[in-house]
C-alpha cells in the first residue's frame, strides 16, 4: 500500500547509474557538439557575445590612472639616526606618474581637502610609524 522511501544508498547508485556513467556523459557531450556546430547563429551567438562584452567594458574602464592627487600628512619622526620609513615611501611615490602627492600639516586640513573634492585619498603617517613598523618587523611572532 505505501512505497518505500528511497535510501541515500539507492539515489546515490541511481546517480552512478545514469548521471556519473562515462558513455552517458560522453553521448550528452557529443549530442550537444553536434547541435551546436548545426545551429550556426547560436555558435556565434555564444562565442563572440562573451568578446564583445569584454571589449566594452574594457573601453568603458579605460587605461591606467595617471596623477590621482592625494593628500599626504607625515608626523613622523623617524627611529634611530632620524631615518624616517615614512619618508622613503613618500619619494618612491613621487618617482612615478601615479599619484600627486599634496603635503599638508594637519590631518584636518587634509580631510577637508579630500571632503570639498580636492584631493582623492589620504595618507598619514602618525607619530611613531617608523619606530612601530620596525618594532613589528622585528617581534612578528606577537604582531
Not at 47 to 56: D, G, K, R, T
Not at 107 to 129: C, H, M, P, R
Request: proline residues 4%; hydrophobic residues 40%.
Amino acid at each position: 500500500m505505501f512505497q518505500e522511501k528511497p535510501t541515500c544508498t539507492k539515489i546515490i547508485d541511481y546517480c552512478k547509474q545514469s548521471m556519473l556513467n562515462p558513455k552517458h556523459l560522453t553521448a550528452c557531450v557529443l549530442k550537444d557538439s553536434v547541435i551546436l556546430i548545426r545551429n550556426k547563429p547560436l555558435m556565434v551567438f555564444q562565442f563572440l557575445l562573451p568578446l564583445i562584452q569584454i571589449s566594452i567594458i574594457l573601453l568603458a574602464i579605460g587605461g591606467n590612472p595617471k596623477d590621482v592627487p592625494i593628500a599626504v600628512v607625515n608626523e613622523d619622526q623617524g627611529y634611530m639616526f632620524g631615518a624616517s620609513l615614512s619618508e622613503r615611501y613618500i619619494s618612491y611615490l613621487q618617482k612615478g606618474d601615479l599619484v600627486k602627492l599634496e603635503f599638508y600639516k594637519t590631518l584636518d586640513e587634509a580631510e577637508d581637502s579630500a571632503l570639498n573634492g580636492k584631493v582623492t585619498g589620504v595618507a598619514y603617517f602618525g607619530q611613531n610609524y617608523t619606530r612601530d613598523l620596525v618594532s613589528r618587523a622585528l617581534d612578528f611572532q606577537n604582531t
